[in-house]
């Protein structure tokens, strides 16, 4: 596993933020957003969904849990990517991508309200 370059994206919340574990009084908070792409291939719409885990630590997890997050609700999020590389069944490498939110503004009914770490 190894922490990535800077990320800045917006998307869709796919899960409402659960509380995974709190230990020294930290607490991890994750959950997963959506993106799509849209577009056209043999003269046909297609789309395509990514979806990516998101972990949030300390002040941000504290926030996130507080801010009443609903599945679908728009989020941007700044962070960090973290990769994890693994060898797959049949040899081939499996990635798989995380981000670490370090700032999370989240827009619901045409109200948008940011949080950050301070």
């Given at each position: ?80 990517w973290i990769i994890d ?34």
């Open positions: 596993m190894k922490l990535g370059g800077h990320i800045e994206i917006e998307a869709r919340i796919g899960s409402v933020p659960e509380l995974v574990n709190e230990m020294c009084g930290h607490k991890l908070v994750r959950f997963v957003i959506a993106t799509s792409d849209k577009y056209i291939k043999n003269n046909r719409y297609s789309q395509r969904t990514h979806w990516y885990t998101v972990n949030a630590l300390g002040d941000t997890a504290e926030t996130i849990l507080d801010s009443d997050m609903r599945i679908s609700d728009t989020i941007r999020i700044s962070g960090r590389e693994n060898r797959g069944v049949l040899g081939n490498n499996d990635y798989r991508y995380e981000i670490l939110a370090e700032d999370v503004t989240i827009a619901k009914d045409s109200c948008t309200k940011s949080y950050k770490v301070a």
